[in-house]
């Protein structure tokens, strides 16, 4: 699925596929963080099932107003208590699959929103 966004000065996602994600046009094929403000960082986990606390953890420092995840092919929700330093700052986190998560961190990215996405890609 190519996708397209309306604003193209940051980092967008420009694609994706079973077991890759493009941002800006680079094929990516682990999970990622995505950052509207230029951080695009490996995020070390290739099912939903290997997720921990500390994959969560990672979320707190980057200080977003939002942040998107992406639970793969299909929505899966993380534990709660994982979600407990992103609750203490006051960070929203919403859960989706990660196509939906792709489209929308480009629509809030594009409206100049700091907003992360935290993109589980499963490998097909």
Known sequence: ?????????G??????GPGWIAVNGEKKTASILLSSRGLCLDWPCSRFEDLTPSHFAQLDALDAEL????????????PPQ?????????????????AAACRTYNILA????HV????????A
Do not use: Y
């Open 110 to 113: 594009s409206e100049g929103r």
């Open 82 to 98: 994982w979600l407990q330093g992103l609750m203490q700052r006051h960070i929203g986190l919403e859960t989706m699959d990660t």
């Open 116 to 123: 992360v996405a935290a993109l589980l890609v499963e490998q």
């Open 1 to 9: 699925m190519k996708l397209q966004a309306d604003k193209l000065d």
């Open 67 to 78: 942040v998107l995840f992406g639970s793969g092919a299909r929505l899966r929700f993380p």
């Open 11 to 16: 980092l967008v996602v420009s694609g994706l």
